[in-house]
C-alpha cells in the first residue's frame, strides 16, 4: 500500500453520512410529529430540545435551530456527526413505533449548525457581570471545551491547559475521518476560543499541576485516558513499532497527516468502536484485507452493532473466539500465532485443543483498551479513583478533593464526545455553586444559555436569554 498523501484524505474518507441539503432538511424536518415531551430530548444526554431545532429548520429559520443546539451543546457540530445516534436519540424515535424510518435527527443537526457557522455565525456571551475568578482546564478534549464555555457564559475565567500541539482531544485525534474532520473539530475550539477562553500548551508535570493549583480558584480535570494498552504476546519486543502500532496513534497519524505505512494486510484486535474505526480506515487507506480478531463472539462486542455493520460493507472479516499467543517476523511479513477460545463456566477463556491457525499479515493494531493518567492523577491529594475512572459526585462533578472537578472519559471509562460535553457542563455548574457558596456569591440564573451573532454575511445578531 502507498503511503496516503494528506491531499488524497477527503476523498478516501467521504462522509459516512452526507450533509443533507436545504431542501431536503426542509422536507425531512417536516415529518418531525413534534412530541409532547420528546423521548428523543430525553435520550440525548445534552438535552437538546430536539423538537424545537427541527421545527425551526421546518419554518426556515435554520439560525434559530443552530441556537437551539448550540445553547444545550456547544459542540453540536461534531456530536451531529459523531454522537450514534442510532442507539440514541434517532433510535427513542416515535416513528419506529409506526413502522416508519425514524428521524434522521443526526443530519437535522448537522445541517442546521454548519449553515449557521458557514454563514459566519458565532457565538457570543450573553449580559453578566465578569467575574475574578479564575478555572484551569486541564486537556482541551470537549469535557473541557464545553466546562469552558459555560463557565465564560458565567462570567468566569478560563484557561484551558493541553499537552499536545493540536487542541479538541480525541474530536482531532481519534474519531475516524469519515466521521468528523480535523478541520471541523479545530473550528469548534475556535468558536469556543471566541468566548474569551485562553489556550496554553504544555505538558503538565507534578510541579506545573502544583503551579495550577496555587493560582487556580477550581480546576477541571478533562484528561481522557492514557496510552492505550500494549499487546502482551510472545514475540512483540522484537517487532518494530511500523509493524505493530495502536489504533489511538494510527488514526492521528493518518488524520494528522504523518506518513504511516501499514501495508497491504491488516489485523486488528479488539472489538471496540475504536478497533472499528481504525479496521475502516486501514481498508480506505488502500489495504487489500484487514481482520479484526476477538476474543469473545459478536454480542460481547464493545462496538455498536451499526458499527460491525459498517465495518463489514467496507469489507472488514472478523475472526470472533479467537485469541493472538505469539507473533514472528520473516522476511518482512508477520506471522501473528492465534488459537481458538471458549469461556468455562467460571467465565474464563479456555484455548480449544488442536485449534491453533496463523495469520499472515503486514501490520498489528490494537485496540485494546486505555490505561487511566496514572501519574498526573496520583499528583492530585487527596483524589479517588476506582479503577480507571476518577470517582465524583455525579450532580456536580466534583471530585473528593473539593477544588477539583471532572468529566469526560478519565471519569467515564471512555464513552461518547456527548457524555463528555454534558459532564463539562454539569462541572462548571457544581464548580460554580461551589465557589458561590465558598465566597457568598449568587450565580446567575442564565448558565448554559449561549447568546449569537452573523457577520456580514446576511443575518443580523440574535439575542438569547
Known amino acids: 500500500m502507498e503511503l496516503v498523501k494528506s491531499s488524497e484524505i477527503e476523498q478516501r474518507f467521504a462522509d459516512l453520512h452526507p450533509a443533507l441539503e436545504g431542501r431536503a432538511a426542509v422536507v425531512e424536518a417536516n415529518r418531525c410529529l413534534n412530541c409532547f415531551d420528546a423521548p428523543c430530548m430525553g435520550a440525548c444526554p445534552t438535552h437538546i430540545d430536539v423538537p424545537g431545532f427541527i421545527r425551526r429548520i421546518a419554518e426556515g429559520n435554520v439560525v434559530g435551530a443552530a441556537k437551539t443546539i448550540l445553547g444545550a451543546n456547544v459542540l453540536g457540530a461534531s456530536c451531529a456527526r459523531a454522537c450514534p445516534v442510532d442507539v440514541l436519540c434517532q433510535a427513542a424515535c416515535v416513528l419506529h413505533a409506526k413502522q416508519e424510518r425514524p428521524l434522521e435527527i443526526g443530519r437535522l443537526q448537522r445541517f442546521a449548525v454548519e449553515s449557521f457557522y458557514d454563514a459566519g455565525g458565532r457565538l457570543t456571551l450573553g449580559q453578566r457581570e465578569e467575574r475574578t475568578e479564575q478555572i484551569t482546564c486541564i486537556g ?114 493518518y488524520k494528522t497527516g504523518a506518513a504511516l505505512n501499514v501495508g497491504g494486510r491488516v489485523v486488528v484486535i479488539g472489538a471496540g468502536n475504536t478497533a472499528i474505526d481504525a479496521a475502516c480506515a486501514a481498508r480506505r487507506m488502500g489495504a487489500a484485507s484487514v481482520t479484526i480478531l476477538y476474543r469473545h463472539g459478536r454480542e460481547q462486542a464493545s462496538a455498536f452493532d451499526f458499527e460491525i455493520e459498517h465495518a463489514m460493507r467496507e469489507g472488514v472479516e472478523f475472526v470472533w473466539h479467537a485469541l493472538p499467543v505469539s507473533i514472528a517476523q520473516t522476511a518482512g511479513d508477520l506471522s501473528l500465532n492465534c488459537v481458538a477460545v471458549l469461556s468455562d463456566d467460571t467465565g474464563q477463556l479456555v484455548p480449544v485443543t488442536g485449534s491453533e491457525f496463523v495469520l499472515q499479515c503486514d501490520a498489528v493494531i490494537p485496540a485494546i483498551g486505555q490505561s487511566p493518567q496514572v501519574d498526573l492523577l496520583s499528583w492530585v491529594p487527596g483524589l479517588e479513583v476506582d479503577g480507571r475512572r476518577v470517582v465524583i459526585d455525579r450532580t456536580s462533578g466534583q471530585t473528593a478533593n473539593p477544588k477539583y472537578f471532572a468529566g469526560g472519559d478519565c471519569v467515564n471509562g471512555g464513552r461518547e464526545v456527548v457524555d463528555a460535553v454534558a459532564d463539562g457542563k454539569r462541572a462548571a455548574l457544581g464548580i460554580a455553586k461551589w465557589l458561590d457558596g465558598s465566597r457568598g456569591g449568587a450565580t446567575k440564573a442564565n448558565a448554559g444559555i449561549l447568546r449569537f451573532a452573523q457577520d456580514d454575511n446576511g443575518i443580523a445578531e440574535v439575542a438569547v436569554g
Open 140 to 253: 482541551a478534549g470537549p469535557a473541557s471545551l464545553s466546562c469552558a464555555a459555560e463557565l465564560r457564559q458565567l462570567g468566569f475565567q478560563v484557561k484551558i491547559v493541553e499537552r499536545r500541539a493540536l487542541l479538541g482531544g480525541l474530536n482531532t485525534y481519534a474519531i475516524a475521518e469519515y466521521k468528523l474532520r480535523v478541520a471541523d473539530s479545530l473550528r469548534e475550539v475556535e468558536m469556543v476560543r471566541s468566548l474569551g477562553v485562553e489556550f496554553e500548551t504544555r505538558e503538565v508535570d507534578a510541579a506545573g499541576l502544583a503551579e495550577i493549583e496555587r493560582t487556580s480558584d477550581a480546576v477541571f480535570l478533562g484528561v481522557g485516558l492514557g496510552a492505550m494498552h500494549r499487546l502482551q504476546v510472545s514475540g512483540v519486543a522484537d517487532i518494530g513499532t511500523e509493524k505493530i502500532v495502536d489504533a489511538l496513534r494510527f488514526i492521528a497519524c
